[in-house]
């Protein structure tokens, strides 16, 4: 029994993924930008003091790579390398985390070795998405060992920065035509 999805992320996501974010007819731009990152991550971080927790939380580009990160006071340093893992599975496994929890153990290591890092199909990751479905960016947030943290918890900060994410969109000459 194959995994189409995961198969298709692992050979560098669907063409759409790889695509410009752009629209078809280029009247609309989505990009992910560092004012946009940082509302994201202020964002998460307002999730996790209403929570009663610190976090770290990592924003990457759709190939993984580190565009933002955010430590509040108080985190332990093990949420450092668990939020940019975090982030860096959504991101290039193109999926949430409870899609990535479907993914077979064995496919999850096998990626770890060759990308020698950390991949964690942990429920929290969430990724932002274009109005096209096109990943623009993995989030990954991390309290451990913050008192009482929870998975749980990590997933709502992250769906917070996620919605915070609301991408810039630049409009072009042919904006609003028909």
Do not use: Y
């Amino acid at each position: 029994m194959g995994f189409p999805a995961h198969e298709e992320a692992l050979r560098g996501g669907s063409q759409a993924d790889r695509a410009e974010n752009t629209t078809n007819d280029e009247s609309c731009t989505m990009i992910l930008t560092h004012e946009v990152a940082q509302r994201m991550i202020s964002t998460s971080q307002e999730k996790a003091r209403e929570l009663g927790m610190a976090i770290s939380t990592a924003i990457v580009d759709t190939e993984g790579r580190l565009f933002a990160f955010g430590r509040m006071d108080g985190t332990h340093w093990l949420s450092i390398d668990a939020a940019q893992a975090k982030a860096f599975t959504g991101a290039i496994l193109r999926q949430d985390g409870p899609a990535l929890q479907q993914v077979p153990s064995a496919m999850i290591s096998a990626l770890s070795l060759m990308q020698a890092r950390a991949v964690l199909p942990m429920g929290s990751i969430t990724v932002l998405r274009d109005e096209n479905d096109r990943v623009i960016a993995g989030i990954g947030c991390s309290g451990i060992g913050s008192t009482g943290a929870t998975d749980v918890q990590d997933g709502e900060c992250a769906r917070a920065a996620r919605d915070a994410g609301e991408p810039v969109r630049l409009t072009g000459d042919k904006a609003g035509s028909t």
